[in-house]
């Protein structure tokens, strides 16, 4: 039986990604059953790594479809940077979903650990989870958690810790006028505001070059439940709240240097406890229905808080707690941290 092989026209493909480091010489071969692409991945600072991903299109790249998953070689996680990297692509396994005749193929990377202002983001792969009220939560769940729903994400990178008083002075020159917690550059930054948090990222991205933001509320809970190799604990890596968080029974009333509980399943810090977390959505009552990428309701009174905080009680640091609060309010128990797409 004669296999009818797809006609490829190959594109080749000069990204440059968030960081600024450069896939260059992308080429690609068709080898008997499978595609092999080949790209140099240069201009990476000593010790970084990238995420790489394999796209194709089918229109001779006006229009990017998902990744490509039967794919092995120098792609995922943790690649490091050299010349003459290899992806093999199974492309008999994918044939189904190819309809086009004008293949072309782009290559994406993107850092595994960013550190502007030694910010340092945690990638997270995309997939379909319950958010909400759901079975580990036992009887502790609220009636804005529910009903329970399907939602599924794409891929993210969200902040490994929360933003702390250093990195808000490196950015915005000082410290925000109502600081409670002075003098701790590690721990998170607190009495700000959503509104402020806006400024903060406007300048930030204005300094870096890049597109920081809020993680929306749907991308918190995924992260903070540990997305596709989550557990499924009450909190965020554990059911024990004070292997995570800083709250009202351990915390003696003030915030701790971030980082100073385990980590969840994705590494992770701080997710239950410390600070609560501004999200980038209104808060808003959740629908049966499933979601994609949901970005909360158009408008409202008040944005998404999440996480607990130290002076909150172990409930409000449950993966599924819903918190809200006006966009101008600032309190010491309320700070964040910051996510960007690939």
Not at 10 to 26: C, E, K, T, Y
Not at 94 to 123: H, K, P, Q
Request: with cysteine; aromatic share 12%.
């Amino acid at each position: 039986m004669k296999t009818n092989f797809l006609c490829f026209v190959l594109l080749l493909f000069f990204w440059i990604n968030l960081q600024g480091q450069r896939i260059q010489n992308v080429k690609a071969t068709q080898q008997d059953k499978t595609i092999v692409v080949t790209y140099d991945l240069v201009d990476l600072k000593s010790g970084q790594t990238a995420t790489i991903s394999l796209f194709c299109s089918e229109d001779g790249g006006n229009n990017w479809g998902s990744k490509l998953h039967y794919v092995t070689g120098d792609i995922g996680q943790n690649i490091s940077a050299g010349y003459g990297k290899q992806i093999i692509w199974q492309v008999l396994e994918e044939r189904e979903r190819l309809t086009g005749s004008n293949i072309s193929f782009e290559v994406r990377a993107m850092l595994s650990s960013l550190n502007d202002f030694g910010i340092e983001l945690v990638y997270v792969r995309g997939g379909t989870f319950t958010m909400g009220c759901t079975s580990e939560q036992g009887n502790d769940c609220d009636g804005d958690e529910k009903p329970a729903h399907q939602v599924t994400l794409s891929d993210f990178y969200i902040g490994k810790y929360e933003v702390t008083q250093k990195q808000w002075r490196a950015v915005m020159g000082s410290d925000p006028p109502e600081l409670r917690f002075k003098g701790c550059d590690n721990c998170p930054v607190e009495r700000v505001s959503w509104n402020d948090i806006q400024e903060f990222i406007k300048k930030l991205n204005q300094k870096t070059g890049k597109n920081y933001r809020l993680p929306t509320e749907a991308e918190w809970e995924y992260a903070a439940r540990g997305g596709i190799q989550s557990k499924g604990y009450k909190y965020a890596g554990s059911n024990n709240i004070g292997e995570v968080a800083w709250y009202d029974g351990n915390s003696s009333s003030k915030t701790h240097p971030v980082g100073g509980k385990k980590a969840n399943e994705l590494g992770l810090y701080d997710m239950s406890g410390n600070v609560w977390e501004w999200c980038s959505d209104w808060y808003g009552s959740y629908s049966s229905g499933s979601q994609r990428n949901p970005q909360g309701p158009s408008s409202g009174s008040s944005r998404v808080l999440r996480g607990g905080c130290w002076d909150g009680y172990s409930g409000d640091c449950r993966v599924a707690y819903r918190g809200s609060g006006n966009p101008g309010f600032r309190h010491s128990n309320s700070g964040f941290r910051l996510a960007v797409a690939p």
